[in-house]
C-alpha cells in the first residue's frame, strides 16, 4: 500500500486560476509580463489545464526527499524549492521543475540541485502513487538509465484527492535532446544509445517490469538515454492468476527495440546477448516467458 504524505492542513481558498499558453520551458520572471501568468505578492504561482489548476506557493515545501515512503513520516524533514518551471502535462498530471532552497533543521543533504514535481489529476491520484512505487522498485533493482521518485506521495494541498511526487533528474530544455537514435550524432554516441536501451530493458526485466508506453530522452551528443513517465508501467506478474503478462513482455521488449535504428540492430543483438548472459551468470533466473521472447530477438 502506498503512504502519502500531508504537508500542510491549510488549503487556500482562492478559486481563482491563470492559464499558462504557449510558454515553453521559460523561467517565472520572464512570464510575469503575460497577461496568462500571474505571480502575486506571497508569491503564487498559477497554471489552469483542462483537468485542473496548479498553484505552488515560494518556497514550496515537500515531504520526505530520500526518504523511503515507510519512513517518510518518521523523517519529518521538509525540503523547501521554489522558482517553478513548467515542463509538461499529460494524461496522469503535470509536472514542474524547482530550484532548491532550504531544509527545515538546517540540513541540505538531499538539497542537490533541481527536481521536478508531478502533481496528479484528481482521476490519476492511484496512478502517480503506483508510477513512483514502480520507480522505487526500479532503483532497488539497480536499473540504468531510468528516472528516480526522490520524494514519496504528498497531498497537493489546494484539491482533495490528488497528490505530488518528487523526481530526479530535470531535463528542462529540449536543445540536444530527441527521442530516435537516429538523429544522435553518428559512430560511438549512437552505440552508447543502443547499449542503454538494452541495459533498461533487461534491468527492467530482471525487476519483473515492463511497460507499453517508453519515453527515451537522449542527448543527440553524447548517446546518453533517460526513460521518463512510468505511468503505464506494471509488473508482469500483475494479472488476477498470477501468471506472467507474455503478450506484455512481447509488447514491451518491441517497443525498445524498435528504438534500435537497422544500422545497428546486429550490434545491439550481440550486446543484448552478453548482458543477458552477465546477468545470469550472477544467479538471476529469467522466467520461461522472458526468456523465450529474449530469444526470440537474438534467433529472428
Not at 512510468?230 to 513482455?249: M, P
Not at 537497422?262 to 550481440?270: A, H, N, Q
Request: charged fraction near 20%; aromatic fraction near 10%; proline fraction near 5%.
Amino acid at each position: 500500500s502506498s503512504t502519502t504524505i500531508s504537508t500542510s492542513q491549510t488549503r487556500s481558498s482562492e478559486n481563482c486560476w491563470y492559464r499558462l499558453s504557449n510558454t515553453g520551458s521559460r523561467s517565472p520572471s520572464s512570464l510575469t509580463s503575460s497577461p496568462f501568468f500571474l505571480a502575486v505578492e506571497e508569491p503564487k504561482y498559477f497554471w489552469n489545464f483542462p483537468n485542473g489548476g496548479v498553484q505552488f506557493e515560494d518556497p514550496f515545501p515537500f515531504l520526505g526527499i530520500g526518504s523511503d515512503a515507510e519512513n517518510v513520516e518518521n523523517n519529518g524533514q521538509l525540503s523547501y524549492f521554489g522558482d517553478p518551471v513548467f515542463l509538461g502535462s499529460g494524461g496522469s498530471g503535470a509536472v514542474f521543475s524547482f530550484s532548491p532552497k532550504y531544509a527545515s533543521g538546517g540540513s541540505d543533504s538531499n538539497m542537490n540541485g533541481k527536481i521536478a514535481i508531478k502533481v496528479s489529476w484528481k482521476r490519476s491520484r492511484s496512478t502517480v502513487e503506483k508510477e513512483c512505487q514502480i520507480l522505487r522498485t526500479l532503483e532497488k533493482s539497480g536499473v540504468p538509465h531510468v528516472e528516480k521518485c526522490i520524494g514519496p506521495p504528498n497531498e497537493y494541498r489546494y484539491e482533495d484527492g490528488r497528490v505530488m511526487i518528487a523526481l530526479t533528474p530535470v531535463v528542462e530544455s529540449p536543445r540536444g535532446i530527441t527521442s530516435s537514435i537516429q538523429y544522435v550524432d553518428s559512430g560511438n554516441a549512437q552505440q552508447i544509445a543502443a547499449k542503454c536501451v538494452v541495459e533498461t530493458m533487461v534491468g527492467m526485466l530482471r525487476a519483473n517490469i515492463i511497460t507499453l508506453d517508453v519515453q527515451p530522452l537522449i542527448e543527440m551528443n553524447s548517446g546518453q538515454v533517460l526513460f521518463i513517465d512510468f505511468t503505464e508501467a506494471r509488473n508482469i506478474f500483475e494479472g488476477s492468476d498470477g501468471s506472467a503478462d507474455a503478450a506484455g513482455i512481447v509488447g514491451f521488449c518491441s517497443e525498445m527495440m524498435a528504438l534500435i535504428p537497422e544500422s545497428l540492430r546486429d550490434f545491439t543483438i550481440s550486446y543484448l546477448k552478453e548482458r543477458v548472459e552477465s546477468v545470469e551468470m550472477e544467479g538471476v533466473v529469467f522466467g520461461d516467458a522472458v526468456k523465450n521472447v529474449l530469444e526470440s530477438i537474438w534467433d529472428d
